[in-house]
C-alpha cells in the first residue's frame, strides 16, 4: 500500500528562517505526492502537487518541493519563513495507480517564532 | 470564494447512538470525499463518492458507515452505531473532476466527533 511518513510532529523555526519540512514515500506504483496545508479553523487546501513532470516543483506562498526518487522522499522548503506559515503540513501520496486520491500522512505543525 | 462546509463543528454523543455529519461541497464538483482524522494520527480516507453511488473505499468503512447525498446540495455520512474508537475530526472534501484528478481536493473545516 502507498504510505507517506512525515518526520518531525513539531518543527520550530524563526521568523525569516528556512523552513524544510521532510516527507518520505513508500510507494508501488509511480508515486503522485501532494502538500496539503491547513491555517488554523480552515480546511486542508493544496500547496502544491508532483504528477511525474518537473520534479521541482513551486507551490503557492513561496513554498516547493523536490521529488527525489533515489531517496524516496518529497520534502517542502521555503527560503525564508513568515509568521504566517504557522500551520499543519500535510504529505501525501496517491492511493493506487488507478486512483488520485491522496494518503496522508501524520503532519508537520510548523511553528514560527518572532 | 466558494467553500466546502460542513456541520456540526462538533458533536458529542453516547456510544450506540447513530450520528449523521452533514456536508455541502462546492455546487459545481461532482466527486465527493470523506476522510478522518483520530487525535494524533493519519488523515485516513473514508470513502469517495459520484455519481451517486460509492467509487472507492477503504477498509475503514465498514457496514457501520453509509453515505448519501440526499439532495442536490447536501453529503452526509452516517455512522449507525458510534464505538469509542468511531472518536475523530471528520472532514469532507469535493474535487471537480474525479480519477482523472491530480490531488485538489477542496476540504472542508471538519466536524469532530467524540464518542462517550
Known amino acids: 500500500a502507498q504510505s507517506v511518513t512525515q518526520l518531525g510532529s513539531h518543527v520550530s523555526v524563526s521568523e525569516g528562517a528556512l523552513v524544510l519540512l521532510r516527507c518520505n514515500y513508500s510507494s508501488s506504483v509511480p508515486p503522485y505526492l501532494f502538500w496539503y496545508v491547513q491555517y488554523p479553523n480552515q480546511g486542508l487546501q493544496l500547496l502544491l502537487k508532483y504528477t511525474s513532470a518537473a520534479t521541482l516543483v513551486k507551490g503557492i506562498n513561496g513554498f516547493e518541493a523536490e521529488f527525489k526518487k533515489s531517496e524516496t522522499s518529497f520534502h517542502l522548503t521555503k527560503p525564508s519563513a513568515h509568521m504566517s506559515d504557522a500551520a499543519e503540513y500535510f504529505c501525501?501520496?496517491?492511493?493506487?495507480?488507478?486512483?488520485?486520491?491522496?494518503?496522508f500522512g501524520r503532519g508537520t505543525s510548523l511553528i514560527v517564532h518572532p | 470564494e466558494p467553500e466546502v462546509t460542513q456541520t456540526p463543528s462538533h458533536q458529542v454523543t453516547q456510544m450506540g447512538q447513530e450520528v449523521i455529519l452533514r456536508c455541502v461541497p462546492i455546487s459545481n464538483h461532482l466527486y465527493f470525499y470523506w476522510y478522518r482524522q483520530i487525535l494524533g494520527q493519519k488523515v485516513e480516507f473514508l470513502v469517495s463518492?459520484?455519481?451517486?453511488?460509492?467509487?472507492?473505499k477503504s477498509e475503514i468503512f465498514d457496514d457501520q458507515f453509509s453515505v448519501e447525498r440526499p439532495d442536490g446540495s447536501n453529503f452526509t455520512l452516517k455512522i449507525r452505531s458510534t464505538k469509542l474508537e468511531d472518536s475523530a475530526m471528520y472532514f469532507c472534501a469535493s474535487s471537480e473532476r474525479g480519477t482523472m484528478n491530480t490531488g485538489e481536493l477542496f476540504f472542508g473545516e471538519g466536524s469532530r466527533l467524540t464518542v462517550l
Open positions: 501525501a501520496v496517491r492511493r493506487s495507480g488507478g486512483s488520485y486520491i491522496p494518503t
Open positions: 463518492f459520484y455519481n451517486n453511488e460509492i467509487s472507492e
